[in-house]
């Protein structure tokens, strides 16, 4: 079956970093999306991986790797607007998402 | 408008009425979905659409249908809504025809069926 796997919930301190975790299977591959999402708001899109690596922009990272099925998204500077939801989602062979549960982000002062 | 609307923001609903979610975009894209949301759960498509005239099933299809008269509009109809229908539903729109393109979503709407 296809599956993704997030951690529920994070707590980190304004100024840090944060690594959330996502791993993931999908029948076929099309590429692993990151979207936050604020409480009572719409997913706004943060990255889109396709290729083994690191992705960067701005304080936000993503990273694949294809082979373990495992991405990240990489939190730096935290402010504490970023507290929100982070979601993670795969492509399959149909070109349809495959969305985890969320990771809920609690940044503190 | 820029983006996409949804109507209404919200709605409580009897069980066994019908009722229509209302979503409009403006950006002259493709492909159009229509998601929910529940807690402790991640977003799962109920039907899409990646070209005016066209529409597909999703993931959790029974009890809803769609239609895709134009590009701008996509409405999402509760035949005869049940309890377990109550749920935040969210449009969303993709340049493309349903392929790798981002995807944009609209504010939502949360409905309740009692």
């Known amino acids: 079956g296809q599956n993704i796997d997030q951690p529920t919930e994070m707590t980190a301190t304004e100024g840090a970093i944060v690594q959330i975790n996502c791993t993931y299977q999908t029948s076929g591959f099309n590429g692993l999306f990151w979207y936050q999402q604020h409480a009572g708001e719409a997913p706004t899109f943060l990255s889109y991986?396709?290729l083994d690596g690191l992705e960067e922009k701005g304080r936000f990272s993503s990273f694949l790797s294809r082979s373990k099925g495992y991405s990240y998204l990489l939190l730096k500077e935290l402010q504490m607007k970023d507290s929100a939801s982070y979601l993670c989602a795969g492509m399959d062979s149909n070109y349809q998402l495959i969305w985890g549960a969320g990771t809920k982000l609690i940044i503190k002062p | 408008i820029a983006g996409i609307t949804q109507a209404p923001t919200s709605q409580i609903l009897a069980a066994g009425r019908r009722m229509t979610l209302r979503c409009t975009q403006d950006m002259r894209h493709n492909a159009m979905y229509w998601y929910r949301q529940d807690l402790g759960l991640g977003l799962r498509l109920i039907h899409y659409?990646?070209?005016?005239?066209?529409?597909g099933k999703g993931e959790v299809p029974d009890g809803y249908s769609v239609s895709r008269a134009n590009t701008d509009d996509f409405p999402l109809t509760l035949a005869s809504a049940v309890p377990s229908q109550t749920s935040v539903y969210f449009c969303?729109?993709?340049?493309?025809?349903?392929?790798?393109?981002?995807?944009?979503f609209g504010p939502g709407t949360r409905l309740t069926v009692l």
């Open positions: 969303a729109s993709s340049p493309g025809t349903g392929g790798t393109d981002t995807q944009y």
């Open positions: 659409s990646n070209t005016a005239g066209t529409t």
């Open positions: 991986n396709v």
